[in-house]
């Protein structure tokens, strides 16, 4: 019915850049340090009165340099990322969301509340009407009582049904002997007589009830119902007795010798188990007046007006039920929607701060991987030096013992980002006070509009 609310989630991941350590005499092995030296001492390269490193120190220089300059480029790019995860990191719309949750909930609930408002009333008004004409319905037959009915049928008319096996079984027993198919056509010949004796016993008995209705005619023809279906009810019992009893004379010719033996004398059965077949069919068929008699209130429609009144009752609280459900459905929705929305804030002020950490952190690593080429640089040059002067004839150069080379420093960069976690944790702090007083305001906002539905229906 409302609106289903969406729970959203977002991840950020930032993987640092990563710097390898690189092996000082791995290093020399690769740029061929020693090769080189030795040939350039073969030819006393550099001269002597060399001011300036030579070609191959250039070398050295040149391919740390260059990997100065890569790892720079992917921290630049890793800064910048960084930056742009700062920039886009706010909880405005969360603070927003909040901020606006009762007004949203209320606004929810009165779109739909009219609707249900009118429902209830109709449903009271209909209520009231069949209340009234109970009442009349009292008044105009004297009725002083309340109504006495069963809440169901369902065992009324599963006891008929197990009255009416077990009729079938018993008599189809008796009727087995003169049957062709033996028990099982016993009992779909007993099955039949049983059914129409139970069925007229039942009749009879709901209309029996109208004994007790105001009309006196009505209550003289309930009694004359029940003489005439008893009498009915024992002269077929009878005539059935007389038809057992034929059967076990001639099969063949039942029927008929049945229907003479009864125009001969209607008592005149000799045989002990059809006397005892008739007994238990007005057994069942008083059983049968009885559940009639009793399937509701004893004063003829009265049970079912006061039934069809509380049928509406318990509609009524029903639909009220649905509609606290509803509304209490959609309260949790948005109390946990409230907790969601924090604990999001709570992490995006942890990611703020790791990325601002994180900015610090790479500026720092990048800076110690600076260190650790120029200390590379420094290894591979004064290795070279060492064994260029150990190999030559002439003089080594005085720069040898004074100059060293260096890897430009242009990388070693800053990034420039505006850092907002001062105000992200401001608005964090307000927020945490700011929940619960919206959580309580969401209570009370649903406690109003039960209160609502029950002025607007007190059945």
Not at 215 to 232: D, E, H, M, N, P
Not at 305 to 310: N, P, S
């Amino acid at each position: 019915m409302f609106g289903k609310i969406q729970k959203e989630t977002v991840v950020s991941v930032h993987k640092p850049v990563e710097f390898r350590v690189i092996d000082q005499d791995e290093l020399a092995l690769e740029l061929d340090v020693e090769n080189l030296a030795k040939q350039a001492a073969r030819e006393d390269k550099p001269i002597s009165g060399s001011l300036s490193p030579d070609a191959n120190e250039l070398k050295f220089q040149e391919d740390l340099a260059r990997r100065a300059f890569q790892s720079g480029n992917r921290v630049k790019q890793s800064l910048s990322d960084l930056r742009d995860s700062i920039l886009n990191t706010s909880i405005t719309k969360e603070a927003s969301e909040i901020e606006q949750m009762t007004s949203k909930f209320e606004s929810q609930i009165v779109s739909n509340l009219n609707s249900k408002l009118s429902l209830l009333k109709s449903m009271e008004d209909d209520y009231r009407q069949i209340n009234d004409d109970i009442n009349h319905f009292k008044k105009t037959n004297g009725l002083r009582r309340s109504a006495s009915y069963p809440p169901s049928h369902v065992l009324t008319f599963s006891l008929l049904f197990i009255a009416l096996i077990a009729e079938s079984m018993l008599n189809g027993v008796f009727f087995a002997e003169g049957s062709d198919s033996g028990l099982v056509g016993g009992i779909a010949i007993a099955f039949v007589i049983s059914f129409f004796n139970i069925s007229v016993g039942f009749i009879t008995g709901f209309f029996l009830r109208y004994k007790n209705h105001i009309s006196r005619a009505k209550s003289i023809f309930a009694y004359f119902t029940l003489i005439v279906s008893i009498t009915f009810s024992t002269v077929f019992n009878l005539l059935v007795g007389h038809y057992r009893e034929a059967l076990g004379i001639d099969p063949d010719n039942a029927k008929s010798i049945a229907v003479d033996r009864f125009s001969e004398g209607i008592l005149t059965i000799y045989d002990v188990q059809s006397w005892l077949l008739i007994a238990i069919g007005l057994v069942f068929f008083g059983f049968a007046i009885f559940k009639g008699y009793k399937i509701d209130d004893e004063y003829p429609k009265y049970g079912k007006i006061v039934r069809d009144r509380e049928q509406l009752k318990e509609d009524i609280t029903g639909e009220k039920e649905s509609f606290y459900d509803e509304f209490d459905e959609l309260h949790e929705e948005l109390d946990s929607r409230l907790d969601d929305i924090y604990e999001s804030v709570i992490l995006t002020s942890k990611r703020l701060n790791s990325y601002v950490n994180s900015i610090e952190n790479q500026q720092s690593a990048y800076n110690s991987y600076i260190v650790h080429l120029q200390n590379c640089l420094n290894y591979v040059v004064t290795l070279y030096r060492d064994i260029n002067s150990n190999e030559r004839s002439d003089p080594s150069p005085a720069y040898f013992n004074s100059s060293q080379l260096s890897i430009s420093s242009e990388q070693n960069f800053m990034v420039e980002f505006v850092d907002t976690r001062n105000d992200l944790l401001e608005t964090k702090e307000k927020l945490a006070i700011a929940v619960p007083r919206i959580k309580s305001e969401l209570f009370s906002i649903k406690e109003t509009y039960h209160s609502k539905i029950n002025e607007a229906c007190k059945l």
